[in-house]
């Protein structure tokens, strides 16, 4: 069995469904299953036969409709385990693809040991600095204006998601995302405000509906940047049933590059006048970044 296939024996058990029954409710989901039948869902249950990508996208759309994603399920716990496994597919696809605009640290042994929380670290003062610096080095000179202690204010609200990678207490990634509320996301990936005028008032409750904003990513080698990407797909999937959308907003090219076959969709572009640089503002659903062409060819 693949992961589709887990997927729609764990779906049918979940609400006690015969083959034909599910058929008749994938019908009413998408015409894209109006010819579907008991032998075809068959085939794709015991692995004889896998649905094209676009039907497996819709396959999994449709188990985010309901509640199977949402909770202690055999499908929520396959759909996990499926992101866990990502680390390795992913890892090659960023060393053979991006390589150039990810930092070319020397590869050595990577788990999960290295990767932690923001507010786990008990020198989370340097790690903060090292993030401000980045920033502030890969952004057009005086526009990233956020200094350490508010952007520790801003990491540390409950809503956030801020994981650093570490070795030896050196400093080798992190991936920030705010969960913004979607007024407040929307102004900014039209670049009618200004991203790094955020304080804690535009941001939801971790049980609020909004946006996750990604402020921060950075590796210092392709497997660095995969294993916290994995960790960022994870805790999307954990809160897609309150995480409408994901959002980039990126005034540099290599930005746009590294979202390009991840779901995500530009939304405008644009000259700031103050600065002189070219911007661009994505966004798309939660379920579009989690299930786009290239994590569905990786891991579905």
Request: net charge negative.
């Amino acid at each position: 069995m693949n992961t589709i296939s887990e997927l729609l024996v764990g779906y049918r058990e979940t609400y006690s469904l015969t083959q034909q029954e599910l058929v008749v409710e994938l019908s009413r989901y998408s015409s894209d299953f109006k010819n579907l039948n008991t032998v075809t869902v068959s085939r794709w249950e015991t692995g004889t036969t896998s649905p094209s990508i676009s039907k497996k996208k819709k396959l999994l759309h449709f188990f985010a409709s309901s509640d199977c994603l949402h909770s202690d399920t055999a499908c929520f716990r396959t759909m996990l385990q499926a992101y866990e496994r990502l680390y390795q597919p992913l890892s090659t696809v960023f060393t053979r693809n991006y390589q150039y605009i990810i930092g070319n640290f020397p590869d050595f042994e990577l788990d999960e040991n290295h990767i932690h929380a923001l507010t786990q670290f008990t020198d989370k003062k340097a790690h903060i600095e090292h993030i401000v610096d980045i920033e502030t080095i890969t952004n057009v000179p005086d526009y990233y204006t956020l200094n350490p202690l508010q952007l520790e204010a801003l990491c540390h609200h409950p809503s956030s998601f801020a994981i650093v990678c570490e070795r030896k207490k050196q400093h080798l990634g992190h991936f920030v995302m705010f969960k913004l509320k979607n007024d407040v996301a929307e102004s900014i990936v039209r670049h009618e405000r200004n991203e790094y005028t955020l304080t804690i008032k535009d941001f939801c409750g971790q049980n609020e509906h909004g946006t996750f904003y990604v402020h921060a990513l950075y590796g210092k080698n392709p497997k660095i940047a995969a294993l916290l990407n994995v960790h960022a797909y994870i805790h999307l999937f954990k809160h897609m049933k309150t995480a409408d959308n994901v959002m980039i907003f990126s005034s540099r090219k290599d930005g746009v590059l590294l979202t390009k076959d991840y779901g995500i969709e530009l939304v405008a572009k644009g000259r700031d006048e103050n600065y002189g640089f070219d911007w661009h503002g994505l966004m798309s659903p939660v379920e579009d970044i989690l299930f786009s062409d290239t994590v569905v060819k990786l891991i579905f």
